[in-house]
């Protein structure tokens, strides 16, 4: 229990805890789909403070992470043009590419800046006529709204220099590919709450009676995950697989109605390729014919790019939760933070990063004490 | 980028015809955009994703979540400069 003390109501994790002890019998392999959900189980223990009976696998819902190696070659090439200023939200920039990331394009004097918000770009545009303003726009369900609006406001605003490079991910066919997989060992979801509260739980029930497996929509704090857990925990003991929402103060069955209208305007759903798994069908979304001009990738054409994934990253497996962190050979030697392989250890919402910043168990001295410099938490 | 953080709309207006609010995360204030959650109104309290209020949020929750926040030095990850921190 050394962890419990940091939980904001350690008297309600204790609680939780104890109900779920009592109501487990057997073993049960229950998938967190997104890395903020990750984040926070590593950085609290919640993993070593469950019973052994819950194992949580940690699931491919970093959209830094799955960001396919293809995009961010085209990134770097685009960011890369004179003329071109390139904005991104900020955990983007160490992201390697085939043979570089954008930090490295901005120190050879590419014009790279972060932003904070998608219309912090747009206005970027509309500061700077002369010159084209691409936005790096990735991301799930949640990411994906904002960046349509902003794409629907340059249109609206008749701003020309500015376009989008797409590569918007979605989480059910994420979860459908996952629950095809001969290997699969993921008996219930923890849905990524913050998707939710933008499409609503409608996309779930299927999934659930398809693979008779619960999902139980879950927020991001300590005590979100608990309760997360405790009801899916409930469902499986009960032989029950329905879609249960444990996250309402954020989550309406109907999601955000003008979000969900704003994505329909805006994207198509379009097969997405995901890093290190591959492409699964219907998986992503694009921009509409409607707003074509509005996208990157047409507007600079970026093709021929060799793509090549360095060889020992095993970030494909870890986010299909095939593999955990540590087992992979590279992790804390070859590959760390500072010098990443793959984008599971770039990511401040990677599986890869979690399990390097907070499991320091598992770590030399030397690198614990570099991974305590690198934790703005610790 | 990940993290959607509670805020606190301080002030609400229309820019380019688009309603914008300026509000505020336990003392870091940020414009969001509030199209998505057009009925919101001052002083109410919604999650915000990248600079997009996304839902409604009863003020405790908000604050709870807020404080949390706040202990583990997550709205300086979310909303710091990773290449002024690079210098
Ligand atoms: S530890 Fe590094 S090399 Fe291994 S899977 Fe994770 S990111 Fe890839």
């Known amino acids: 229990m050394k962890y419990i003390d940091e939980f904001q109501d350690p008297d309600l994790a204790r609680r939780l805890l104890d109900e779920i002890r009592s109501t487990v019998t057997r073993p049960w392999a229950l998938m967190e789909v997104c890395g903020g959900q990750t984040h926070t189980i590593i950085r609290h223990g919640i993993d070593q403070l469950l019973p052994d009976e819950v194992e949580l696998i940690h699931g491919p819902g970093c959209p830094v992470c799955v960001t396919p190696l293809e995009v961010i070659d085209k990134a770097l090439a685009i960011a890369s043009r004179p003329g071109v200023i390139f904005c991104s939200f900020g955990d983007m920039l160490r992201v390697p590419g085939t043979d570089r990331d954008l930090f490295q394009v901005r120190s050879e004097g590419g014009d790279v800046r972060v932003v904070y918000s998608p219309l912090d770009a747009l206005r970027v545009a509309q500061q700077n006529p002369d010159r084209e303003v691409v936005f790096f726009g990735i991301g799930f369900e949640t990411t994906a709204p904002p960046n349509a609006m902003t794409v629907y406001q340059a249109r609206k605003l008749g701003i020309p220099n500015f376009s989008l490079l797409v590569s918007h991910v979605r989480v059910p066919p994420a979860i459908d590919a996952i629950m095809r997989s001969p290997s699969c060992r993921v008996q219930a979801f923890l849905a990524a709450g913050h998707v939710c509260s933008v499409m609503g739980t409608g996309e779930y029930p299927d999934l659930a009676e398809r693979y008779e497996v619960p999902i139980v929509v879950t927020g991001f704090e300590p005590l979100d995950i608990l309760e997360g857990v405790r009801r899916t925990v409930l469902q499986l003991e009960r032989g029950e697989h329905t879609v249960d929402n444990a996250y309402p103060r954020a989550v309406r069955p109907e999601g955000n109605p003008a979000a969900r209208a704003m994505l329909a305007d805006v994207f198509e759903v379009t097969d997405r390729s995901w890093r290190g798994i591959g492409v699964i069908p219907d998986s992503g979304w694009r921009l509409s014919p409607r707003y074509r001009e509005y996208d990157a990738e047409h507007r600079f054409s970026v093709t021929g790019i060799d793509t090549r994934e360095p060889a020992a990253c095993r970030s494909g497996e870890v986010l299909q939760g095939l593999l955990k962190p540590h087992e992979c050979e590279a992790f804390g030697t070859s590959c760390t933070p500072r010098t990443p392989l793959g984008a599971t250890m770039v990511s401040s919402e990677g599986a890869c990063a979690a399990y390097y910043l907070y499991r320091r168990l598992d770590l030399t001295p030397a690198a614990a004490s570099d991974s305590l410099e690198g934790s703005a938490v610790v | ?87």
């Open chain 2, 1 to 87: 980028m990940c993290l959607a953080v509670p805020g606190r709309v301080l002030d609400i207006e229309d820019r380019d015809g688009t309603r914008m609010a300026t509000v505020d995360f336990g003392g870091v204030v940020k414009e969001v955009c509030l199209e998505y959650l057009p009925d919101l109104r001052v002083g109410e309290y919604a999650i915000v994703h990248v600079g997009f209020a996304l839902q409604r949020l009863d003020e405790e929750s908000a604050r709870r979540t807020l404080e949390l926040f706040e202990t583990l030095g997550l709205l300086q990850e979310e909303f710091g400069d990773p290449l002024e921190a690079q210098q």
